[in-house]
């Protein structure tokens, strides 16, 4: 019996801009703060977990139990490390998801923040490997890019400004 040849690792690389109401300080604050973190950052599920270390060197690591619409059950993984923080600034970090326990994709982020008359720029740039992919790996990215820009109208939320 033979073991199927691993699948070929793809890569891309994808900018999301979002433009601010507030100064850079209060996004990097965002970030750094657990309890407002929380409100915007969560895996989908239930039972979820979440531990959060900002610093050079730490990291968040979060679970979940997702069910998908069909019934079936996916356990979540997202771990993260912390490899550059300038306060309001720039955040680099490195990131992995599993689901039930494979290796799915791992990226590296870098989060711009750049002040404008009007608030902040944010610029987040991700450089994704997708090492397991989704079929025939066609609707990672976009999940991948989907997920950014949720998660990120989900940041404006939790500063109190429109999504």
Same mark, same amino acid.
Do not use: C, K, M
């Given at each position: 019996m033979t073991?199927?040849?691993?699948?070929?690792?793809?890569? *891309?690389?994808?900018? !999301?801009? @979002?433009?601010l =109401?507030?100064?850079?300080? #209060?996004? &990097? %604050?965002?970030?750094?703060?657990?309890?407002?973190?929380?409100?915007?950052?969560?895996?989908?599920?239930?039972?979820?977990?979440?531990?959060?270390?900002?610093?050079?060197?730490?990291?968040?690591?979060?679970?979940?139990?997702?069910?998908?619409?069909?019934?079936?059950?996916?356990?979540?993984?997202? *771990?993260?490390?912390? !490899?550059? @923080?300038v306060? =309001?600034?720039?955040?680099v #970090?490195? &990131? %992995?998801?599993?689901?039930?326990d494979?290796?799915?994709?791992?990226?590296l982020?870098?989060?711009?923040?750049?002040?404008?008359?009007?608030?902040?720029?944010?610029?987040?740039?991700?450089q994704?490997?997708?090492?397991?992919?989704?079929?025939?790996?066609?609707?990672?990215?976009?999940?991948?890019?989907?997920?950014?820009?949720?998660? @990120?109208?989900?940041?404006?939320?939790?500063?109190?400004?429109?999504?």
């Open positions: 073991t199927p040849a691993p699948a070929e690792v793809q890569h *891309d690389t994808f900018t !999301v801009t @979002l433009e =109401a507030v100064p850079p300080e #209060l996004v &990097y %604050e965002a970030f750094a703060d657990p309890a407002v973190r929380r409100r915007w950052f969560r895996l989908p599920g239930r039972d979820a977990s979440y531990e959060h270390d900002f610093r050079v060197g730490g990291g968040e690591s979060a679970r979940s139990t997702f069910r998908a619409v069909d019934g079936t059950t996916e356990r979540l993984a997202y *771990d993260s490390r912390f !490899v550059d @923080l306060p =309001a600034q720039r955040i #970090l490195t &990131y %992995e998801t599993h689901v039930n494979v290796l799915r994709w791992t990226a982020v870098t989060v711009a923040l750049d002040p404008t008359d009007d608030g902040t720029r944010l610029r987040w740039t991700e994704v490997a997708f090492v397991t992919p989704t079929g025939d790996g066609t609707h990672d990215l976009p999940h991948v890019r989907g997920g950014v820009r949720l998660q @990120l109208n989900g940041l404006a939320g939790a500063l109190g400004l429109p999504r």
